[in-house]
């Protein structure tokens, strides 16, 4: 439906006229012809008519839903994608967006930059058309909570994943919700029906992790009584979930790569292969590549499940979900049968100042007990403080809980960081940080061997050159005559 000069043409549906006059502009501005209108009527009678290349639709509108439109405008013309965008941006407008065939989910306010880069992508003629799947779900089962921009981005990437089998690796901090998404994974995906069955490989001991996963025959080992049915067969027709994969034995890790690569396993003592029938979610709170390069995890296994990454972000650097997720960690323990509580301004306030460490986990636990303990209905925030305190560990004085290097160091690059974001522009960061990093490294490995260089530099597996370069360059001090 090109114009004669080639040009594609979008059709737009949202009710808000400020939203359709920016659209509109920026749209032709990069060339493309627009079809604005307020109505989901006006845009399926385009849609009818065979005008237009794209669909760009909102989803409250006063005559229809505009997620209602997006089967019925696949059903008459599959080859037309849909964008939906929408300013109800939790995770089910995501998932029925994909479930109902859109070709993206837009979560408002979007950057234009951004859209029009979706728009682009939604143009390139595409190869097989994928049919809108029938059934759905609707229902609130699972909520994800939380809008910040990061969970965003999480709820349409599991979004799109729901009508997918591919292999999942979901890393985290403990705590971030980890288990929960590989939930939502299965509970709106298309192994819905089937099992959802987990695994804690650091929960069980390792000399039984292989008979877990996969079964074992009668007298297979000593103890082995009767038949054992395995994970893997437990999930048939529905998703494993492998959680803390990273603490998975060597032989329990070439066994499972080589069910990932054959599709089927046998069991321990047994000799016919069963057919594996599962969608694998893997998950993990260790840095994996890190143990590949420790020799404690096979990179060829890693690649297997690392199909589709996802990082969920700790909690602290989603502050502005906190308030969210603090309500619905009270309503929940209300639900529980704890009494109803709300929390004053000032103790939300409280509650984005603290640091975390234990996510989503930590702030669940602490509403349910200031729920349970606090006698006030409004909790205010010396009460949160007061139970935050309470909660940290003993060795650690002044509230601060222990922090990793790499959360150490990611903390002081936040203000290299926020530099350019205030709009100072940032120079030779990558350098600047090695070096910042590297000079207390050699002060440090120098002062350990009382300045000889030659020790300090097998210490640090450098060579002694390279460590005069780098004294020289760092303008370190040098305790002279000792090395
Ligand atoms: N975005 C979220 N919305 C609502 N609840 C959440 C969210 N993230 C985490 N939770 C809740 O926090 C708790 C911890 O989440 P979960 O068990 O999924 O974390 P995890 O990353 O798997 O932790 P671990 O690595 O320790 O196993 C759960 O009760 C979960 O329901």
Redesign the pocket.
């Known amino acids: 439906m090109s114009d004669e000069n080639g040009a594609r043409t979008i059709l737009i549906a949202d009710d808000d006229r400020a939203i359709r006059t920016v659209l509109s502009q920026a749209l032709a501005r990069s060339g493309y012809q627009v079809r604005a209108t307020s109505s989901a009527a006006t845009l399926w009678r385009w849609v009818e008519d065979g005008e237009g290349d794209l669909v760009l639709t909102d989803v409250v509108m006063p005559d229809e839903n505009g997620l209602d439109l997006v089967p019925r405008i696949r059903r008459v013309r599959p080859e037309l994608r849909v964008i939906v965008m929408s300013a109800q941006s939790t995770f089910i407008t995501a998932v029925k967006a994909a479930q109902r065939g859109a070709f993206e989910y837009l979560p408002k306010p979007f950057d234009l930059k951004e859209l029009l880069a979706v728009v682009a992508r939604a143009l390139v003629p595409q190869q097989a058309v994928a049919a809108p799947p029938g059934e759905e779900e609707t229902g609130e089962r699972l ?4 809008r910040s921009p990061a ?1 965003q981005e999480i709820y349409r990437t599991v979004a799109r994943l729901t009508t997918t089998d591919l292999t999942v690796m979901i890393t ?1 901090e ?7 998404v590989a939930r939502a994974l299965h509970d709106y995906g298309r192994r819905r029906p089937g099992p959802f069955v987990a695994i804690n490989m650091a929960a069980i001991p390792r000399e039984l992790i292989e008979s877990e996963l996969f079964g074992h025959e009668r007298g297979a080992f000593t103890g082995a009584l009767a038949r054992g049915v395995g994970r893997f067969e437990q999930a048939a027709g529905g998703t494993l979930f492998l ?1 803390e994969i990273g603490d998975m034995p060597p032989e329990a890790q070439t066994r499972l790569l080589r069910v990932l690569q054959e599709g089927e396993f046998t069991t321990v003592g047994g000799r016919t292969p069963v057919k594996a029938n599962v969608r694998i979610v893997a ?1 993990t ?1 260790r840095d994996l590549r890190q143990a590949i390069r420790q020799g404690l995890f096979r990179e060829d296994l890693f690649y297997r499940l690392n199909v589709v990454p996802i990082r969920l972000p700790p909690l602290r650097e989603r502050i502005e979900d906190i308030p969210l ?1 603090a309500r ?1 960690f009270l309503e929940r323990a209300k639900a529980a049968g704890l009494p109803a509580k709300q929390l004053s301004v000032d103790a939300m306030e409280r509650l984005k100042e603290h640091r975390w460490p234990g996510n ?2 930590e702030l ?1 636990n602490l509403m349910r007990r200031l729920a349970a303990l606090y006698p006030q209905e409004t909790i205010d925030a010396d009460a949160v403080a007061a139970e935050l305190f309470e909660a940290e560990p003993a060795a650690e004085p002044r509230g601060e809980s222990p922090e990793t290097l790499e959360q150490a160091v990611e903390r002081h690059l936040q203000s290299f960081v926020s530099a350019q974001r205030d709009g100072l522009p940032v120079r030779d960061l990558y350098g600047r940080v090695l070096a910042e990093v590297e000079r207390p490294l050699l002060r440090l490995a120098l002062a350990a061997t009382r300045g000889n260089q030659i020790k300090a530099a097998s210490m640090l597996g450098l060579n002694r050159n390279t460590l005069r370069k780098k004294i020289r360059e760092l303008d370190l001090p040098v305790v002279r005559g000792v090395s």
């Open positions: 909520p994800l909570v939380g969970m985290g403990s705590g971030t919700g980890k288990e929960l959680d998950a709170h997720l619905h989503a986990r669940e």
